[in-house]
């Protein structure tokens, strides 16, 4: 038996023998999903061992829209060795808030290993990624979260409404929850003042635009008729999918509420370096290109940690994180699927699986197929760029050749190669982005075969037979092997003549470009598993404040009625007929793969239970987290 069976949640630790109790230290982020290549699958039943863990008995109360209200009740156990706590969660019609969870005083200090934070600069009117999504992992809250199925549960919202109408939503805002720094109780002003921030003209917030749309149009309206109740009048229906996605915690497009109290007596710059806001952590200090370190909130509403203290470290080299966590210095980080050798051998080191966090892809930058000509057409288009079609008809001999050579770039990358060395078997080869995890509904003709001849091929027939120069750089965000599988498709790439010159630059620093759509070349990036695929379609709107670097006249006209559509099987269905045109046909953007994740966990603490499921390409729920 290897080590790494030795380590992965054993189930010899003294736990109790009634089946019951054993249900509540199951895995419970969900091990159906296993499959052979895990590498913990000689243990017959994987048990979680932690001295917190949660037992969920649920009972869904309809109020017009799913609406589920939690009241925890904590029992503890004491065994000779470990003591345990095993908290159930009944779901019940209350009107009343949930009590905060009794705890210990919170004690010791947990760090964290990222590999990029930036400035902390967060304010929903000048916020932007990576801060974004490292706050909502942290210190932020938001109206929703997502669950392990990927439905809307409550968090700030204690329940919410869409009336019959399909144009008024009614969010009851949850009683009692307090702000940091002193700001007082959360109320319905703060609410408003957030998300109309984030929608706001200085906002840079990927779905700003749409922010906008839903809480700021001047056909519609927003009121508070009481301190705990919000009341949003659209000017058309949204699918409550693709509204929520931007009122959700947790995740780039996340949005996290904010003290309009502190916003208005300091001003947005200063409240921006040390932001009042409602989550388990509290800022207490940060320092560019160093640390955020943050301190448990006590009597949370939630949840208080277990751990007075926690930093979170910004060291860009993997190697340097794997060092930290072999000298204890680190209990978690950031890790690449080919140090899971060198961790197992850290003595009381575990891996927690949490299934499938994100998808990568590839952006083509500089196809900017609306107002060609014009003097204000948006970012830098270059009809000369090998990719990039001088003429917006996709009839046209010059759309025909740039369609040639996006398709050599895609044929070109071995998917299943990078997917069996760098990822080490953790995922699997993606065509079509945005479709990792909805890959059953994908039709059979959505190919990307590993043909470099046939790549070589039609560079030649679209006039490139000696290649052509792009620029190449990741989007560092955090995911695992996301540097090096960009190296390995910039190698790929040159065996079939494609000059590359690969970049490594910040995200900070990249974003900017992107939003401007003046990046020359392409990216790798690494986004989040769609709560419906659908979603990603906002990125090819020449309005969405980011983009793809890609937008067509044809996708301006019919991504609206995808979004429009909310009849669940016949959006599913303009879903599809969209990617085809665009992905498929068109080969304007192409997947890489799925990623699976697996996290490293130190020998000082427990595995954890993540508190949101919607985008977990980085760790959440450190909130969770136990002294072992």
């Known amino acids: 038996m290897n080590a790494l069976d030795r380590n992965l949640w054993r189930y010899d630790f003294g736990l109790p023998k009634d089946p019951d109790v054993y249900s509540a230290y199951l895995d419970p982020l969900d091990f159906d999903s296993c499959d052979s290549r895990r590498l913990w699958r000689s243990a017959p039943e994987p048990i979680v061992v932690e001295k917190e863990v949660v037992k969920e008995i649920i009972k869904e109360v309809v109020v017009q829209k799913e609406v589920i209200k939690e009241v925890p009740v904590e029992v503890v156990v004491e065994k000779e060795v470990i003591k345990e706590v095993v908290k159930e969660v009944v779901v019940v019609a209350t009107p009343t808030a949930m009590a905060p969870a009794m705890a210990m005083e919170p004690v010791?200090?947990?760090?964290?290993?990222?590999?990029?934070?930036?400035?902390?600069i967060y304010h929903p009117s000048i916020a932007g990624n990576p801060a974004i999504y490292v706050v909502s992992t942290t210190m932020g809250e938001a109206l929703v979260r997502f669950d392990k199925n990927r439905k809307a549960a409550p968090m700030l919202a204690e329940s919410w409404s869409i009336g019959e109408d399909t144009l008024t939503w009614t969010f009851n805002i949850r009683p009692g929850v307090q702000f940091h720094k002193g700001y007082g109780e959360l109320t319905a002003d703060d609410i408003i003042y957030s998300y109309q921030q984030w929608g706001s003209e200085s906002s840079v917030h990927a779905r700003a635009s749409f922010i906008a749309d839903f809480w700021t149009n001047p056909e519609g309206s927003v009121e508070s008729p009481d301190t705990h109740t919000v009341v949003v009048k659209t000017a058309k229906p949204w699918i409550s999918t693709r509204a929520l996605e931007f009122m959700r915690h947790v995740g780039g497009t996340s949005g996290n509420v904010v003290s309009k109290k502190q916003s208005e007596e300091l001003g947005i710059e200063k409240t921006s370096r040390d932001t009042?806001?409602?989550?388990?952590?509290?800022?207490?200090?940060?320092?560019?290109?160093?640390?955020?370190?943050?301190?448990?909130?006590?009597?949370?509403?939630?949840?208080?940690?277990?751990?007075?203290?926690?930093?979170?470290?910004?060291?860009?080299?993997?190697?340097?994180?794997?060092?930290?966590?072999?000298?204890?210095?680190?209990?978690?980080?950031?890790?690449?699927?080919?140090?899971?050798?060198?961790?197992?051998?850290?003595?009381?080191?575990?891996?927690?699986?949490?299934?499938?966090?994100?998808?990568?892809?590839?952006?083509?930058?500089?196809?900017?197929y609306t107002g060609i000509g014009d003097p204000d057409q948006k970012g830098d288009f270059?009809?000369?760029?090998?990719?990039?079609?001088?003429?917006?008809?996709?009839?046209?001999?010059?759309?025909?050749?740039?369609?040639?050579?996006?398709?050599?770039?895609?044929?070109?990358?071995?998917?299943?190669?990078?997917?069996?060395?760098?990822?080490?078997?953790?995922?699997?080869?993606?065509?079509?982005?945005?479709?990792?995890?909805?890959?059953?509904?994908?039709?059979?003709?959505?190919?990307?075969?590993?043909?470099?001849?046939?790549?070589?091929?039609?560079?030649?027939?679209?006039?490139?037979?000696?290649?052509?120069?792009?620029?190449?750089?990741?989007?560092?965000?955090?995911?695992?092997?996301?540097?090096?599988?960009?190296?390995?498709?910039?190698?790929?790439?040159?065996?079939?003549?494609?000059?590359?010159?690969?970049?490594?630059?910040?995200?900070?620093?990249?974003?900017?470009?992107?939003?401007?759509?003046?990046?020359?070349?392409?990216?790798?990036?690494?986004?989040?598993?769609?709560?419906?695929?659908?979603?990603?379609?906002?990125?090819?709107?020449?309005?969405?404040?980011?983009?793809?670097g890609t937008f067509h006249p044809y996708l301006n006209e019919n991504i609206g009625g995808v979004m429009g559509e909310l009849d669940d099987a016949a959006r599913m269905e303009k879903t599809l007929e969209m990617y085809d045109w665009m992905a498929h046909e068109q080969k304007l953007g192409f997947g890489l793969y799925t990623i699976e994740g697996v996290v490293p966990v130190g020998p000082r603490i427990q595995p954890w239970e993540y508190t949101s499921f919607s985008d977990i390409r980085l760790p959440n729920g450190y909130e969770n987290i136990v002294p072992r």
């Open 108 to 120: 010791g200090a947990l760090n964290v290993g990222q590999s990029s934070l930036g400035t902390f």
């Open 276 to 368: 009042a806001m409602t989550g388990s952590w509290e800022l207490v200090e940060t320092k560019t290109g160093e640390f955020w370190r943050m301190k448990a909130v006590q009597n949370h509403w939630r949840k208080t940690p277990a751990f007075a203290e926690m930093t979170l470290w910004e060291i860009p080299e993997e190697s340097a994180r794997l060092a930290g966590f072999q000298t204890g210095q680190l209990d978690t980080f950031i890790m690449s699927f080919d140090n899971i050798p060198q961790v197992e051998k850290v003595e009381g080191a575990l891996l927690n699986s949490v299934g499938l966090i994100s998808q990568a892809g590839m952006n083509v930058y500089g196809q900017l």
């Open 382 to 548: 270059d009809g000369d760029r090998a990719w990039v079609s001088a003429n917006a008809d996709v009839n046209s001999p010059e759309w025909a050749n740039a369609r040639k050579v996006r398709e050599a770039m895609t044929i070109a990358i071995d998917r299943q190669t990078l997917v069996d060395t760098l990822l080490a078997g953790f995922g699997a080869p993606l065509c079509i982005r945005d479709w990792g995890g909805y890959e059953h509904l994908v039709p059979a003709d959505w190919t990307c075969d590993y043909d470099p001849e046939r790549a070589k091929q039609l560079l030649a027939e679209a006039g490139y037979p000696d290649g052509f120069t792009i620029d190449l750089t990741t989007a560092i965000r955090g995911v695992a092997a996301e540097v090096e599988a960009c190296e390995a498709i910039a190698a790929m790439w040159g065996e079939v003549g494609i000059d590359v010159k690969l970049q490594r630059i910040p995200y900070q620093t990249l974003r900017p470009q992107l939003v401007g759509r003046t990046w020359p070349g392409a990216t790798c990036h690494a986004i989040s598993i769609r709560l419906e695929p659908m979603l990603g379609l906002n990125n090819y709107l020449d309005k969405s404040t980011f983009n793809y």
